[in-house]
Each structure stands twice: as structure tokens, then as C-alpha cells.
């Protein structure tokens, strides 16, 4: 069964605090994303990695960074946490070439910052 | 600039009943299209996708349509049931872009009893 985990459920940060969130898949894919959901404004594009330490800017990276060190692992990072990055913070893979663009998504992270 | 649209952010059905969810872009450079269900507090599932050279895709219930034309989608679910509900993504992706997907606002789907 494939299976994409996020580090945390929920999360409450401080302002001005780095925050963390850790994104592991397990079916060797080479695409990782990271998205934010907020009501009304559907999933956006943060940051997403095609390969190892590869990575492209989405549509809303500002005050957002990325790393990918090991193939399974995509984590983001706020470098100063800010209350308007309250949201649910989605992970997903794919893989590259085939017929599908499908991808899989963690449970996500409900992260608050205060 | 919103690529993807979804104009109405919710939906309520009778079970037994048809929805019908739609989806209108923009880019023309989009060639495949994807539907995702999300429940609360839980990560989207893919549901039914169509790639821009078919007009129809049907996998059970649900039955996804295209018109490249009119540059609009929609997803048929046929029955409802009361475990439908949920909160139902379009998504769309360029064949060049390692898979990156652009997604609507989502539309809130309720199935009454």
C-alpha cells in the first residue's frame, strides 16, 4: 500500500519561530510537492522537487524554503513563522513519465501560528 | 490569475440522485485532467482523470466529461450515496511540467439521506 506520512497532525508555533514540517513517501517517486489549503482558495503550490536536492519555486513560495536531501524525504521550512501561514500543509509524490499525473497526498499538518 | 475554476462551492443532492461537479480553465496547455476527493482531516485521494485526446472517462459511479472546446470538465456521480460527501478537487497538468498539478477551489459536496 503506497504511503506518503507527514511528521505532524498539528502544530502551534509562535511568530518569528522556524518551523519544520517533514514529508516522507515510500514508492520511490521522484516528485515531491508541498501545498497549502485554505477555504475558498483550493490546494496551491508552495514548492515542489522533480530529483535529490532539486527544486522549483511553486505558485506562493514567499517566506517558504524547501530541502531534499534523500529521495524519500521533502521537507519545508518557515524561516520565521508569520500568523497568515496558518494552514493545512499537504505533502504529496508522484512519479515521473506514464500515463498519470496521479499523485499521493499525506493526511496533512494543521499548523497554527499564534 | 486562478487557471482552474470551480464556481460553486457547494453542492447538495438528494441520495440516489445525480451531482454533477464542474471545472472550467484556462490554459490550453493543459492536457490532462484529474479529479481529487478530500474528507476532513484527511490528505486528497485521486478519484477519475482524462487525458485531453478523450471526451469521456468512466470508472463505476463516476464519470468524468471534457469539453477542450469550451475548456470545462465535469464529474457525474450516479447514484449518490451519503458517503460521497466531501469536498471534490479538479486539477489540471501540462505534459512538460514534472507533473505539477494546478488545482480549483474545491467544491463541497453534501449527500442527504
Known amino acids: 500500500d503506497v504511503k506518503v506520512t507527514q511528521s505532524s497532525r498539528y502544530l502551534v508555533k509562535r511568530t518569528g519561530e522556524k518551523v519544520f514540517l517533514e514529508c516522507v513517501q515510500d514508492?520511490?517517486?521522484?516528485?515531491m510537492f508541498w501545498y497549502r489549503q485554505d477555504p475558498g482558495l483550493g490546494l496551491r503550490l508552495i514548492y515542489f522537487s522533480y530529483d535529490v536536492k532539486m527544486k522549483e519555486k511553486g505558485d506562493i513560495p514567499e517566506g517558504y524554503s524547501v530541502s531534499r536531501e534523500k529521495k524519500e524525504r521533502f521537507s519545508l521550512i518557515l524561516e520565521s513563522a508569520s500568523t497568515n501561514q496558518t494552514s493545512m500543509y499537504l505533502c504529496?509524490?508522484?512519479?515521473?513519465?506514464?500515463?498519470?499525473?496521479?499523485?499521493?497526498f499525506g493526511p496533512g499538518t494543521r499548523l497554527t501560528v499564534t | 490569475d486562478q487557471q482552474v475554476k470551480q464556481n460553486s462551492p457547494s453542492l447538495s443532492v438528494q441520495e440516489g440522485r445525480i451531482s454533477i461537479l464542474n471545472c472550467d480553465y484556462t490554459?490550453?496547455?493543459?492536457?490532462?485532467f484529474l479529479w481529487y476527493k478530500k474528507y476532513p482531516a484527511e490528505g486528497p485521494t485521486f478519484l477519475i482523470s482524462i487525458s485531453s485526446i478523450k471526451d469521456k472517462n468512466e470508472d463505476g459511479r463516476f464519470t468524468v466529461f471534457l469539453n477542450k472546446s469550451a475548456k470545462h470538465l465535469s464529474l457525474h456521480i450516479v447514484p449518490s450515496q451519503p458517503g460521497d460527501s466531501a469536498v471534490y478537487f479538479c486539477a489540471a497538468s501540462e505534459r512538460t511540467s514534472y507533473g505539477k498539478l494546478t488545482f480549483g477551489q474545491g467544491t463541497i459536496l453534501t449527500v442527504h439521506p
Open positions: 504529496a509524490s508522484s512519479r515521473t513519465g506514464g500515463a498519470s499525473y496521479e499523485q499521493y
Open positions: 490554459n490550453s496547455m493543459f492536457d490532462y
Open positions: 514508492m520511490d517517486h521522484e516528485n
